[in-house]
């Protein structure tokens, strides 16, 4: 085949399979579904590295019951509205939803909603946002405000009445990795939203059920969680 062959039929090659990048990106306008899943051109996106809470759950400020997970969805909402919004996959779930991170215009979807306390960073899949939970915490925004549930908690606990949320983003805890017998301290989130970690000896070791192991102080208090506090 001549040069000038070759490169036609290239171009028809080209034209019939764009390039596999392009696929990666889901970009137009979008509607929210919850405070952290999207349709965006018609295709279910849902947003990496953080929780927010589910639509039903409500969260408490004092002695006030709020919909908290509505409240999610309503500044998504807000944040998706006119303007076009730009996803990148970082993988699939399993309901098929492209697992991304995206930005309405200059604004990081997934960030905005864990730094104006919106969403929690999803841990078990992602450090990225952490900082911008505790960022939230400090300053008491949206579900810091007062006492809620986390995400996966709540889900957790509706599973016999709602059948169909079992498998949203759940996998194994973390444990410490083998041959490392140091890491015994034991990371627990409680039902008011608080991250304590326990060591061995204290009053409340054996009876914790931990959602991270760690092996130093140090790390569990960089992962978010404050040392449990033991009164005498």
Same mark, same amino acid.
């Given at each position: 085949m001549s040069g000038a062959g070759s490169v036609a039929l290239l171009l028809v090659v080209v034209v019939a399979n764009p390039v596999a990048a392009g696929a990666q990106v889901i970009s137009g306008t979008a509607s929210a579904v919850d405070g952290d899943s999207l349709v965006v051109d018609g295709q279910k996106v849902r947003l990496f590295g953080i929780d927010a809470p589910e639509y039903t759950q409500? %969260?408490?400020?004092?002695?006030?019951?709020?919909? %908290?997970?509505?409240?999610?969805?309503?500044?998504?909402?807000?944040?998706?509205?006119?303007? #076009?919004?730009? %996803? /990148?996959?970082?993988?699939?779930?399993?309901?098929? /939803?492209?697992?991304?991170?995206?930005?309405?215009?200059?604004?990081?979807?997934? $960030?905005?909603?864990?730094?104006?306390?919106?969403?929690?960073?999803? $841990?078990?899949?992602?450090?990225?946002?952490?900082?911008?939970?505790?960022?939230?915490?400090?300053?008491?925004?949206? #579900?810091?405000?007062?006492?809620?549930?986390?995400?996966?908690?709540?889900?957790?606990?509706?599973?016999?009445?709602?059948?169909?949320? /079992?498998?949203?983003?759940?996998?194994? /805890?973390?444990?410490?990795?083998?041959?490392?017998?140091s890491c015994v301290i034991k990371g627990n989130r409680n039902r008011r939203g608080q991250w304590i970690y326990h060591l061995p000896g204290m009053p409340y070791y054996e009876a914790t059920r931990p959602e991270e192991m760690f092996c130093t102080e140090a790390e569990a208090q960089a992962a978010g969680y404050r040392r449990a506090i033991v009164r005498p």
């Open positions: 409500t %969260c408490k400020r004092g002695d006030e019951t709020w919909d %908290c997970g509505r409240a999610a969805k309503e500044k998504l909402s807000a944040l998706v509205a006119g303007t #076009i919004v730009e %996803c /990148r996959r970082v993988s699939v779930d399993s309901y098929g /939803r492209a697992v991304s991170t995206c930005m309405a215009g200059p604004e990081d979807l997934n $960030r905005t909603m864990v730094e104006q306390g919106w969403a929690v960073a999803y $841990r078990e899949f992602s450090a990225d946002y952490v900082g911008a939970e505790q960022h939230a915490k400090r300053n008491g925004l949206g #579900i810091w405000a007062g006492e809620f549930e986390l995400p996966s908690d709540y889900r957790a606990s509706q599973l016999p009445r709602e059948p169909e949320l /079992r498998g949203q983003f759940v996998r194994p /805890r973390r444990t410490a990795p083998a041959g490392l017998s």
